[in-house]
């Protein structure tokens, strides 16, 4: 089943059999930490309001009533706000009122039935003492009945808040029980919490594992597989193949790769057949397109990322090599898209940007009249490649290659600039001798020789490719071709 699977749903399973587990630990744990987090604040809430009440109340009450009976005051005329000691005077209405009001919050926060109804029976201790307190506040309107007052305060005012001031600590110290049920509560999650979490981790790691050497084998045993056909096929063997029981991007690139040897092979055979010599130059323009070098260090690339288990970069850089040699094919076709050259092109200098990201940028920009028109396949990477390798490999620090292509009348240009070394006028002048002269190509200039031969052949003689260069700035190839538009496909 897994080898239909391609390398990003592989990868897919290997990042969902991590996430989806832990994305649900972590729903859990924070359900655990909400609701033990919301029972601990509703009962600190309730004790902290009824402490506050607690400590105050009585002191306040009493010594206010104290103060009226022994001062001779009216209620309106107490300096409420101020304070004796650590007493303060308040509005002795006022103060019940408020202390109805928290009677009912109290009731509301109570976290056991048992508070809700010593709320409740505070509130009609409340109304009794309130009785008691507007008696008082008579007998001070008319005057006199001190001892009347007097007897008020100590056998009833006195009386009602002891009352409510064991009322409130009763409430606080059941409230605190709860809190102890609270905390064995959130002991006992923590506990099953860590357990879930142990669990969890472990079946993450054995799947992570798991599925991650499945995902490393499947993508290094191919590849060890097709660097070994890959030498015999530099050696001249292009009756090299080798299979992958897959139906991934590996399997793609080894059938390309199965499918470009077979046409190497099949070209060379019918170069010696036919002696022609525009074959010949194209087979060997072929053969450079595959150069075990280049493609040795791409899979050696592609090795190295799968063992540091980068398997994204792993698709990335097999996919794009795939692409590279699709185009290379072509079908057997001699003239491509200059879309498809692009693209060529593209998948080229993506490869290389992985090896060189340190010193390589690139850029490719072409007008959209001119993606449609023809070009001869592989006109654009030899140049490209010469670009790398003699300009800006030699610079110092990054270097920046840039692919342009235009239309200019009935022509279309195609640039290929770099800002590498650059090259004097001798070198200049030693490059475009290479261009028209076979024998000083060498191995290394055969490339660009190959590409301007092919235009010349193709477009004619005024055309094909075009070198200036200055030391120390750059260099800018250009490919000048007729513009001969492809037939859309109907």
């Known amino acids: 089943m897994g080898k239909k699977l391609s390398l990003n749903k592989r990868i897919g399973l290997i990042a969902l059999s991590a996430l989806l587990p832990m994305a649900l630990l972590l729903s859990y744990l924070l359900f655990v930490l909400s609701s033990s987090v919301q029972s601990f604040n509703e009962v600190t809430k309730s004790i902290s309001y009824a402490s506050a009440y607690a400590e105050t109340a009585k002191d306040k009450i009493d010594y206010t009533m104290y103060y009226a009976i022994y001062a001779g005051r009216e209620f309106d005329k107490l300096e409420v706000g101020r304070t004796f000691g650590t007493v303060e005077i308040v509005d002795p209405y006022?103060?019940?009122?408020e202390l109805r009001g928290a009677c009912y919050e109290m009731s509301d926060l109570a976290t056991i039935s048992t508070n809700q109804k010593r709320a409740e029976r505070m509130i009609k201790t409340l109304d009794s003492?309130?009785?008691?307190?507007?008696?008082?506040d008579e007998n001070l309107q008319i005057g006199g009945k001190f001892e009347d007052n007097k007897r008020i305060l100590?056998?009833?005012?006195?009386?009602?808040?002891?009352?409510?001031?064991e009322t409130l600590q009763d409430y606080i110290y059941l409230e605190s029980e709860s809190l102890a049920n609270v905390r064995d509560d959130v002991v006992r999650q923590e506990q099953n919490a860590i357990t879930v979490c142990v669990i969890t981790v472990a079946i993450v790691l054995v799947a992570s594992i798991s599925l991650s050497v499945f995902a490393i084998r499947s993508v290094t045993t191919p590849i060890k597989k097709l660097s070994k056909m890959a030498g015999k096929v530099a050696k001249g063997d292009f009756t090299a193949r080798t299979e992958v029981p897959a139906e991934d991007e590996i399997a793609v690139l080894t059938n390309s790769f199965n499918d470009m040897t077979q046409e190497i092979g099949d070209l060379i055979e019918n170069i010696k057949a036919e002696q022609a010599n525009l074959r010949l130059t194209e087979s060997k323009l072929l053969q450079a397109q595959i150069n075990p070098h280049f493609l040795y260090?791409?899979?050696d690339t592609i090795v190295w990322m799968a063992e540091e288990k980068k398997s994204e970069q792993v698709v990335k850089v097999v996919t794009l090599l795939s692409q590279f040699f699709r185009t290379t094919l072509s079908g057997g076709s001699d003239y491509i898209s200059i879309n498809e050259e692009l693209k060529h092109v593209e998948s080229y200098l993506k490869i290389q940007e992985v090896r060189y990201q340190d010193i390589l940028d690139f850029e490719i920009e072409a007008s959209p009249e001119v993606l449609e028109y023809r070009i001869p396949k592989l006109t654009l990477q030899p140049l490209v490649e010469n670009a790398l390798y003699h300009g800006i490999k030699n610079k110092r620090g990054k270097g920046l290659i840039r692919v342009e292509a235009v239309k200019k009348g009935q022509n279309i240009l195609l640039k290929i600039i770099d800002n590498g070394v650059g090259m004097t006028e001798e070198e200049l002048q030693s490059t475009r001798n290479?261009?028209?002269?076979e024998r000083q190509s060498g191995s290394s200039g055969y490339g660009i020789y190959?590409?301007?031969?092919?235009?010349?052949?193709?477009?004619?003689?005024?055309?094909?490719?075009?070198?200036?260069?200055?030391k120390g700035v750059g260099t800018s190839a250009v490919v000048i071709i007729a513009a001969d538009k492809i037939t859309p496909i109907s």
């Open 94 to 97: 006022e103060f019940i009122e």
């Open 129 to 136: 003492l309130e009785k008691r307190v507007s008696i008082i």
């Open 154 to 165: 100590n056998d009833d005012i006195e009386s009602l808040t002891d009352i409510i001031n």
């Open 297 to 299: 260090n791409t899979l």
């Open 434 to 437: 290479r261009l028209v002269n």
């Open 450 to 470: 190959n590409v301007n031969r092919r235009i010349k052949y193709y477009c004619g003689e005024e055309y094909g490719v075009f070198f200036e260069s200055e």
